[in-house]
C-alpha cells in the first residue's frame, strides 16, 4: 500500500486518468465509468476505480504543480504497476491560435522547472509524450465536430502566478502554445520507469485576451477532453 493513496492492491486498474483536482476526478468516475468505486480518500485526494466500454481504468487526483503530481505518479507507477497515464488538466493558452475551451494534446512539455536539471545533472532532458497515446489522442480528436484541437507543445511552470509573464515570450515564438503545471514531470517519470503517458488539457483561460471559465466549469464541463483521453488510452 502507498503512503498517499492508499489503495489496496488490485484496485487501480493498468489505465489511470490523472486530474489535478480531486472534484473533477470525482466527476469523471460519476459520469464516464461504469460501476465506479471509490478506491482513496487520502488528503483528500480522491481516486476511483470503474470501467469504460468494459475496460478497466482508474481515476486519480493529483494536486497542483509538479512536485505534488509527481508523488502521485511515482506511487501509481511502482506501488499499482500502472502501466498508462493520461493527464486530463486545465491549461492557459499563450497565443490567438488557440482559443478558450480548445483542446491541447501535449507532444512535448517545456519547463522552467529544476527538477529535471537536478535529475539530469544540469543537462536539459526534453520530455515527450508516448508516441501511440499521442497517434490515437490526435485521431479521436479530429474525428469529433464538438472541439477544435492542437497537438504541440507545453510550458509546465512552476509559477502559477508568474511575476514575469514576459518570459514565456520566447516559448511562444517556438511553438509553446500553453502553460500548464505538470506534464514536464509526469512525462519524465514516465520514461523512467518504461510506461506510457499523455497530457491532454482544455483551455481554461486565455492569457493573451484575458478570457477564463469558471472553477465549476473547469470541475464539470470539459467532456471532449476526458472522452479524447478515455479513447487514446482504452480505445
Known sequence: ???????????????????????????????????????????????????????????????????????????????????????????????????????????????????????FHGLDYAPVADFGLLRTAADAADARDDVTAHVGLIFSGDTFYNPRPELSDPMVAHGVLAVEMEASALYTLAASYGRAALAVCTVSDHIVTGEATTSLEREQTFAPMVEIALAAALG
Open 1 to 119: 500500500m502507498s503512503i498517499h493513496i492508499g489503495a489496496a492492491p488490485g484496485q487501480i486498474a493498468p489505465t489511470v486518468l490523472l486530474p489535478g483536482d480531486p472534484l473533477r476526478a470525482r466527476w469523471i468516475a460519476e459520469n464516464f465509468l461504469d460501476d465506479a468505486v471509490c478506491h482513496s480518500e487520502v488528503r483528500g485526494m480522491l481516486g476511483f476505480t470503474g470501467s469504460w466500454h468494459g475496460q478497466p481504468v482508474s481515476v486519480q487526483g493529483s494536486g497542483m504543480g509538479q512536485p505534488s503530481m509527481s508523488i502521485y505518479v511515482n506511487e501509481l507507477f511502482q506501488d499499482y504497476d500502472v502501466r498508462r497515464i493520461v493527464r486530463v488538466g486545465s491549461c492557459g493558452a499563450l497565443t490567438e491560435r488557440v482559443a478558450l475551451r480548445d483542446v491541447v494534446i501535449a507532444s512535448g512539455a517545456c519547463t522552467d522547472s529544476s527538477m529535471n536539471r537536478l535529475r
